[in-house]
């Protein structure tokens, strides 16, 4: 649900992913995720990419990652996070370390964390339970 919360934040998100896998395509299109790829190799080639296309720099940039292919892509975003089952050498990279494993709320938990960091959590929760209600 914590994904739901970006469009009322203006924050754009996609997912990169080393792996393919359908459920991923499914979860992503329920929770409205435009930009997914899969089988990805190079995954600083698809973020420069998705930078360049939403007219962005890496300084408006935070990314999740889980492993040392993530790694490029971390080193020149603004904020970096990981969930709590990563390998203890990869959570010293990261700026934010989720309590949570990767797909059990790591990516919610990092959302809120951006959001409370720039000081519009409140507001952004209360449009969205505003538009939950209304719709």
Known sequence: MGIKLLP???IEIAVISGKKSETLDKRA???GIKMVFQGVKNKLKIASEIIKKLNLNWKNVAYMGDDWNDFPVMKKVAVTAVPTDVMPDFKEKADFV???KGGDGAVRE???FIL???GIYEKVLADF???LENH
């Open 8 to 10: 009322f934040a203006g």
């Open 29 to 31: 299109e329920d929770l």
């Open 98 to 100: 989720s309590s949570r």
């Open 110 to 112: 990092f959302i809120e």
């Open 116 to 118: 409370k960091k720039q």
């Open 129 to 131: 339970i505003e538009f």
